[in-house]
C-alpha cells in the first residue's frame, strides 16, 4: 500500500504571519481590479439576453459579423473565438435587447441567425447553442444565487455549532469567509464570467473547504482528549494536521487530477467551474491549515474558557510549560504566537 507523508512534523501553524500577508495580498489585487474595472461579468443567465454559439465554415472576418449584426439592430453585441478558428460566441445584451426578451426570449437570437445567413450564406453559419434569458428571470437567478450560498453559509455555521464548541465553528465560518472572498478576487482576477455553473462550482468549493476544516478540527477535538504534557494549542494543531496529512494530499491530488482534466478536455461550458474549482483545491488546503487553525488559536486566547475543557486544560499546560522554560520574570507565551 502506498503511504506517503507518514509520521511528519512540519511546523506549519508559526507560518501564519506569511500566509495572512499572502491571502490579503491577492484580495487587495482583486478589490483593486473590482476598483478599476468595476464589479464582476455576470452571463446572460443572469443579466437577461442572448447567447449564441456559432460556427462557420471558414473562419470570419470579425470586423464584417460585427458591422452584419450592426446593420440588423443587434448594436454593441459581444464576439469572441473560441476553441478553432471557425468557432465563436455572440453575446447581445444591450439594455433594448434584454427589454426585447421580456415579450420574447428568442426573439434576438432567431434575428441573429437571419441576419448572418444573410451575408454569409444559408449553411455556412450553424448555431451550435442558443441561451436566451428575459430580464425577469435573469433577475430572479441572481437573487437565487446569492441566497444559496447565504443559507449554505448559515447551516454550515449551525452544523458546526452543534458538533464543535463555537470556537471552532466560529473559525470554521471565518475560513469559509476568506475562501468567498478569495475566490471572488480569483474570478475578477481572471475575467472569468459569473454563471450559475460559476456559482454551483462555489458552492462545492465552499463544502469541499468546510469538510477539510472539519476533518482537522475533529482531529484536535480526538486528540485534546489524550495525554498532552507540555504541548500547546499550537502544537497540537500542528500534530493533528501533520496527522490528517496523507488523507489531505490523497483526496486534494485525485480531486486536482479531475479538475485539470476537466479544464483541459472540456467545452467551454464547462471550463469555467473547471477554473474555480481547481483554483478551489487550492484555497481549501491552505485555509484548513493557514486560516482556520491561526483564527482558532487568535480566538482561543481572547475567549478562554471557564471550564476545565480539555482545550483549556491544553492551553493552560502550554502556557504554563512555556513559562517555565522562560528566564524568571519571563512573560508566559500567548496562544496566538505561539
Given at each position: 500500500?502506498?503511504?506517503?507523508f507518514?509520521?511528519?512534523k ?7 504571519r ?18 478599476i ?5 455576470y ?69 441573429i ?5 444573410k451575408k ?113 494549542l ?18 486534494h ?23 474555480v ?7 481549501a ?29 491544553a ?24
Open positions: 500500500m502506498l503511504r506517503i507518514h509520521d511528519t512540519y511546523e506549519f501553524v508559526k507560518h501564519w506569511w500566509a495572512a500577508g499572502l491571502t490579503i495580498a491577492f484580495i487587495l489585487a482583486g478589490l483593486i481590479t473590482f476598483g474595472t468595476g464589479g464582476v461579468n452571463s446572460i443567465e443572469f443579466t437577461g439576453g442572448t447567447l449564441m454559439q456559432v460556427q462557420f465554415k471558414t473562419p470570419p472576418n470579425v470586423a464584417d459579423v460585427r458591422a452584419t449584426l450592426d446593420q440588423a439592430g443587434i448594436t454593441g453585441a459581444e464576439i469572441q473565438q473560441f476553441g478553432t478558428a471557425t468557432d465563436y460566441t455572440i453575446r447581445a445584451r444591450e439594455e433594448k435587447q434584454v427589454a426585447q426578451q421580456a415579450a420574447g426570449a428568442e426573439g434576438i437570437s432567431k434575428e441567425q437571419s441576419a448572418l445567413d454569409f450564406g444559408a449553411g455556412a453559419v450553424t448555431v451550435v447553442r442558443t441561451e436566451a434569458v428575459g430580464p425577469k428571470v435573469g433577475s430572479e437567478l441572481r437573487s437565487g444565487a446569492a441566497m444559496a450560498m447565504l443559507i449554505a453559509s448559515i447551516f454550515t455555521l449551525i452544523y458546526l455549532a452543534i458538533r464543535f464548541d463555537w470556537r471552532f465553528g466560529a473559525a470554521a465560518v471565518l475560513s469559509t469567509v476568506h475562501d468567498i472572498l478569495v475566490t471572488f478576487a480569483f474570478i475578477k482576477l481572471l475575467h472569468i464570467e459569473v454563471s450559475l455553473t460559476v456559482v454551483a462550482a462555489i458552492l462545492t468549493l465552499l463544502g469541499y473547504s468546510a469538510n477539510d476544516t472539519i476533518i482537522i478540527f475533529d482531529r484536535v477535538r480526538e486528540n485534546l482528549r489524550k495525554p498532552h504534557k507540555g504541548m500547546t499550537g502544537q497540537l494543531l500542528d500534530k493533528s494536521i501533520n496527522e490528517t496529512l496523507p488523507r489531505s494530499i490523497m483526496t491530488a485525485t480531486v486536482l487530477a479531475a479538475t485539470v482534466a476537466l479544464l483541459i478536455l472540456a467545452g467551454e461550458v464547462i471550463r469555467p467551474f473547471a477554473w474549482m481547481t483554483f478551489g483545491v487550492f484555497v488546503t491552505f485555509s484548513s491549515i493557514y486560516v482556520a487553525g491561526p483564527v482558532l488559536l487568535w480566538i482561543e486566547s481572547k475567549y478562554p474558557r471557564e471550564e476545565d475543557s480539555a482545550t483549556a486544560r492551553a493552560r499546560a502550554g502556557n504554563e510549560a512555556a513559562a517555565a522554560a522562560k528566564p524568571s520574570g519571563g512573560r508566559p507565551e500567548r496562544l496566538a504566537t505561539r
